[in-house]
T-cell receptor, first 112, second 114 residues
Framework: KQEVTQIPAALSVPEGENLVLNCSFT??????LQWFRQDPGKGLTSLLL?????REQTSGRLNASLDKSSGRSTLYIAASQPGDSATYLC???????????FGKGTMLLVSP | EPEVTQTPSHQVTQMGQEVILRCVPI?????FYWYRQILGQKVEFLVS????????KSEIFDDQFSVERPDGSNFTLKIRSTKLEDSAMYFC????????????FGQGTRLTVV
């Protein structure tokens, strides 16, 4: 059974810092990995989908990397801003119909 | 930009009552899902739906739950007799094809059972 772990559980940084969020998964036979953002009490906003054949995917200040063999992904956020404050979730699909297994998330607080 | 919409955003119900949560997936998507998130816990898969039938369900999705696509646009989750432990945020999601495709989630329905 796939297990997804995210480290750290919480992170507090001053504005402008570059930061790295980590995600690990136990079963490396995945098609892709998706990073989401969740604001308090709100839905899940897709940030990046990185295919198993890719090593990196970029969107603006966000860069996700994937190392299938070691079961790890990182989300790099450049020049963090207070508006980046949210919980960041990673998820991997299980076999079959792409049902997702989620990590518990990293709660990020960026202070001005 | 196309989006998944869910209604209501918040529902309060008494224990034992039936509730129906509604979702309108993205129009050209073929696979539909319900997930839930109990406060402070992980997002958990409940059920997937394709070609007008359930394709996969988790242990959580017992006989108290059912899903339906009553017309070409809506996708509903019914909880027959709600329990206190059903209180959670329920998310609907859709994807366009089975593999290697981005999942889009709605804003969620917060269900509170009292």
């Amino acid at each position: 059974k796939q297990e997804v772990t995210q480290i750290p559980a919480a992170l507090s940084v001053p504005e402008g810092e570059n930061l790295v969020l980590n995600c690990s998964f136990t079963d490396s036979a995945i098609y892709n990995l998706q990073w989401f953002r969740q604001d308090p009490g709100k839905g899940l906003t897709s940030l990046l989908l990185i295919q198993s054949s890719q090593r990196e995917q970029t969107s603006g200040r966000l860069n996700a990397s994937l190392d299938k063999s070691s079961g790890r992904s990182t989300l790099y956020i450049a020049a963090s801003q207070p508006g980046d404050s949210a919980t960041y979730l990673c998820a991997v699909p299980n076999s079959g119909y792409s049902t997702l297994t989620f990590g518990k998330g990293t709660m990020l607080l960026v202070s001005p | 930009e196309p989006e998944v919409t869910q209604t209501p955003s918040h529902q309060v119900t008494q224990m034992g009552q039936e509730v129906i949560l509604r979702c309108v997936p993205i129009s050209n998507h073929l696979y539909f899902y319900w997930y839930r998130q109990i406060l402070g816990q992980k997002v958990e898969f409940l059920v997937s739906f394709y070609n007008n039938e359930i394709s996969e369900k988790s242990e959580i999705f017992d006989d108290q739950f059912s899903v339906e696509r009553p017309d070409g646009s809506n996708f509903t989750l019914k909880i027959r007799s709600t329990k206190l432990e059903d209180s959670a945020m329920y998310f609907c999601a859709s994807i366009s094809r089975a593999v290697n495709t981005e999942a889009f989630f709605g804003q969620g329905t917060r269900l509170t059972v009292v």
